[in-house]
Nanobody, 116 residues
Framework: QVQLVESGGGLVQPGGSLRLSCAAS????????IYWYRQAPGKQREFVAF????????SYAGSVKGRFTISRDNAKNSVYLQMNSLKPEDTAVYFC?????????WGQGTQVTVSS
């Protein structure tokens, strides 16, 4: 089993940066595929980024490619999302998601607001 806790959200001006963290507990974390999703008010949850268990394969939504970087530290049971050049349209609640075999785990989310 895996439990996830996101942190690092907040209010930032357009063009600014934030680093989100997802801290995991549980012995299965190193095997987990990790995703970041986001959900803006009135919109469906959407994929942001993905990283394999080894960290060797990563992928990004087109809207964030080149601005966001996903990484993980299995020794610390943590995943990170570095977000640069933030735009108002990046405003959303960001969720960490772990998939281990048939199991699917979610954190509670962290709010990111990009506004001047």
């Amino acid at each position: 089993q895996v439990q996830l806790v996101e942190s690092g959200g907040g209010l930032v001006q357009p063009g600014g940066s934030l680093r989100l963290s997802c801290a995991a507990s549980g012995s299965d974390f190193s095997f987990a595929l990790i995703y970041w999703y986001r959900q803006a008010p009135g919109k469906q949850r959407e994929f942001v980024a993905f990283i394999r268990s080894s960290g060797g394969t990563r992928s990004y939504a087109g809207s964030v490619k080149g601005r966001f970087t996903i990484s993980r530290d299995n020794a610390k049971n943590s995943v990170y999302l570095q977000m640069n050049s933030l735009k108002p349209e990046d405003t959303a609640v960001y969720f960490c998601n772990a998939k281990v075999g048939e199991h699917d785990y979610w954190g509670q989310g962290t709010q990111v607001t990009v506004s001047s």
